[in-house]
């Protein structure tokens, strides 16, 4: 019994593949013979005359010769814009007024915590290390146990 590679066998399905699709092909130019200009829509041939005569138009014009039709449908298409157009309007306005309103009311949150905020620079510059040295560790002692009940 002879091995199969993986090569072998996918080229032996390309090859089944490659010929149902030749295949395919006879069949479908038989079908789109009355087509002259050989249109294609998604592979398969189309089967009829895509493109209206003069007379077909001709005939269509008199039927619908009321003028009236074509505006209603094209106020309707316009109205239908311009509803589109200004809900479109309207929600960006609003998105807009909400991003203002968001930065409003950080900025006075920011601010009123800043303004609540004590800097205080009073005691920086008193407790310099030569200036701890000359005190007794009693006193530093103390200090130090002050510090830590506050953080």
């Not at 009829?48 to 007379?55: I, L, P, Y």
């Not at 920086?124 to 146990?145: H, I």
């Amino acid at each position: 019994m002879e091995k199969i590679s993986p090569l072998r066998a996918s080229l032996k399905a390309f090859e089944q593949f490659k010929a149902q699709r030749a295949q395919k092909r006879q069949e479908n130019t038989g079908i789109g013979t009355t087509n002259p200009f050989g249109l294609t829509f998604k592979g398969t041939v189309v089967q009829m005359d895509v493109f209206e005569s003069q007379a077909s138009k001709a005939e269509k014009a008199s039927e619908s010769s009321n003028r009236n039709d074509a505006f209603k449908k094209a106020g309707k298409l316009a109205a239908s814009a311009w509803v589109a157009t200004k809900s479109k309007f309207n929600s960006l306005k609003q998105s807009a007024i909400s991003f203002g309103n968001r930065i409003k009311e950080n900025t006075i949150n920011a601010w009123d915590k800043l303004s609540k905020t004590e800097i205080n620079f009073t005691g920086l510059f008193k407790d310099s290390v030569s200036n701890l040295q000359k005190r007794p560790v009693s006193e530093l002692e103390t200090m130090f146990k002050d510090e830590l009940q506050t953080v």
